[in-house]
């Protein structure tokens, strides 16, 4: 579970989102970073034993750095205002599947698979789903997975208006195809946080992500 005092210092960043107030409560954020470790540490050892593949996953690949990269953006807010976990067979710095959590004071979630793949692996995805269309069906019509996450994630900006280039209109698997990133996420009500079971109810939540996942890596490691 996460704790109050992580949750406010959460809240706290958010509206104090600077350098100088940052640096005051660098001792607050040891704390917090502290315990982030160990649920992450809590997490791994949930897992481990439900999906084999996060086996040689230690804490320092999952978890993130909470300076923000602002090179880019016109949000310059230098901190992020939430605490992610990542668990995937490719670590932080390889692309491939996995599994998500987001702790955040107002608006937390859980999921997973693979979030805007590169041009060559969302080749390599369809490529798979255009043969084994079939599997991917189960997968998404599975109860553990429909009870949680309903269905893939698909808006506007994750999915093609056309099919992609190689694919005919009649193409069973179509809506699949068109998709350009493969995720599922379901947001959670903050007080789950605090719950006592926090920790197994969010693992019942990721590991109904794994068949997705394997699907998916198994896309990617087709030569």
Request: hydrophobic share 35%; with cysteine.
């Amino acid at each position: 579970m996460v704790s109050e005092s992580t949750i406010q210092f959460l809240k706290d960043l958010k509206t104090n989102n600077n350098r100088e107030w940052f640096l005051d409560n660098k001792k607050r954020y040891e704390a917090v970073k502290k315990e982030y470790y160990q649920i992450t540490a809590d997490f791994l050892d949930s897992m481990k034993p439900l999906d084999p593949a996060l086996e040689l996953l230690e804490v320092k690949n999952c978890v993130f750095r909470i300076n923000r990269d602002i090179r880019f953006s016109k949000d310059k807010s230098p901190y992020k205002t939430h605490l992610g976990i990542w668990l995937s067979t490719g670590a932080k710095n390889v692309e491939s599947a996995g599994y998500y959590l987001q702790i955040d004071a107002e608006n937390p979630f859980v999921g997973g698979g693979m979030y805007c793949p590169q041009p060559e692996q969302i080749q390599k995805i369809r490529k798979e789903i255009n043969f084994f269309y079939d599997d991917l069906v189960a997968i998404t019509s599975d109860k553990d997975f429909v009870s949680t996450y309903k269905a893939l994630n698909r808006d506007e900006n994750s999915t093609l208006k056309n099919p992609p280039r190689g694919y005919e209109k009649d193409n069973p698997a179509l809506e699949f195809l068109k998709l350009k990133s493969y995720t599922a996420t379901e947001n959670f009500s903050p007080e789950l946080l605090t719950h006592k079971d926090f920790i197994p109810l969010m693992v019942q939540k990721m590991i109904a992500l794994r068949p997705l996942n394997e699907f998916l890596n198994r896309a990617l490691e087709i030569e």
